[in-house]
């Protein structure tokens, strides 16, 4: 289980998700840097965040060292694209060897690709279904 004290945690992709996200880490005392390629993204994140916010493509190296991959505790990818989810995660785990490596999935079949990395995907589109699922049948 991810400790979320003082852990240091990069967020790519600051849509409605991962700005709600990175509100809650940084709530919960988490050191968090957020990238995004459109600087008005960071608009989204709540007045409660602490943390820092970069503006870049996440698939360039240079900003991922920018923001701080080498030192981070957690990757945690948020972005609505599969392929730079898994891009960007193969570089957190391969390369910088980041302990926990976590991506949103919108193409559940494509959660094999992910774990052949190492690599936890999520759905939000099946965790849904699931809690309407279970309005309905309870």
């Not at 503006?55 to 060292?65: E, I, K, M, Q, S």
Request: glycine residues 8%; aromatic residues 6%.
């Amino acid at each position: 289980m991810f400790k979320a004290k003082n852990q240091i945690v990069l967020i790519i992709g600051c849509g409605r998700l991962g700005a709600a996200l990175a509100g809650l880490l940084s709530e919960r005392n988490c050191v968090v840097t957020v990238i995004d390629r459109e600087k008005p993204a960071f608009d989204r994140l709540p007045p409660s965040f602490s943390g820092a916010a970069v503006t870049g493509d996440a698939a360039d190296v240079n900003t991922l060292v920018a923001a701080g991959v080498g030192e981070a505790d957690a990757v945690i990818l948020m972005t609505g694209n599969d392929n730079v989810n898994l891009f960007v995660a193969q570089i957190a785990k391969e390369i910088y060897r980041t302990p926990k490596v976590v991506s949103r999935l919108s193409d559940p079949e494509r959660e094999a690709a992910y774990g052949a990395f190492g690599v936890r995907a999520l759905s939000a589109s099946l965790f849904a279904a699931k809690d309407f699922a279970e309005e309905v049948i309870s």
